[in-house]
């Protein structure tokens, strides 16, 4: 290791990162799917946000099971990368090979993070997608939102996690 570096236990998080430093760990819980032409279903999750010391990313991955079998669904990863005025952007790569590039803000002191599809890419029907994820009374919740060719901007998935 070179002089001047630290063990990667002491790197610190980076000052843009901090804000959002409530949500660094594994969090698990159940969520609900939906969309005007879908059945309903259930699912648990599995969602890690980890940061990369010194810089100004945390790194995010999300897994889903069918909730009555266990059956894998499901799953993405990606960054995000808070600035300081509180704007946030976000790319999301999903097992079906979709992508997003997320826009948004977040409020550290609500500990909410909204964002607003920049650009859905290798996409069959969704045009548009929307994520909100929230804090409250140390659960995580989210809902996401996609407008498809046939229907208008919606929930399809919302979910309540804990942090492990
Ligand atoms: C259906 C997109 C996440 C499970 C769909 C459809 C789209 C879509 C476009 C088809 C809707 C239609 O035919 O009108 C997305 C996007 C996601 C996402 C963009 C990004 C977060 C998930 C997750 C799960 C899931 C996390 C499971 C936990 C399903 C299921 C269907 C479905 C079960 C119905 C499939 C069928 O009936 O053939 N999704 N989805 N999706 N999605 Fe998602």
Not at 111 to 134: D, P
Request: glycine share 6%; charged share 20%.
């Amino acid at each position: 290791m070179a002089e001047n570096s630290l063990p990667l236990q002491q790197a610190a998080v980076h000052p843009a990162v901090q804000p959002l430093s409530y949500l660094l760990g594994t969090w698990r819980g159940q969520g609900e799917g939906s969309f005007p032409t879908i059945s309903p279903f259930k699912y648990s999750e599995e969602l890690q946000f980890s940061h990369v010391p010194n810089k100004p990313v945390i790194a995010y991955s999300s897994k889903t099971w069918k909730l009555s079998s266990g059956e894998p669904m499901h799953s993405e990863s990606g960054f995000w990368r808070p600035k300081l005025d509180g704007t946030i952007e976000v790319v999301i790569a999903q097992s079906t090979a979709l992508v997003e590039v997320q826009k948004g803000t977040y409020d550290a002191e609500q500990r909410r993070v909204k964002l607003k599809s920049a650009l859905v890419g290798n996409a069959t029907k969704v045009k548009e997608m929307s994520r909100i994820y929230e804090v409250i009374s140390g659960e995580l919740s989210y809902v996401v939102e996609m407008a498809t060719n046939l229907t208008s901007l919606q929930p399809h998935l919302k979910a309540v996690l804990k942090k492990l």
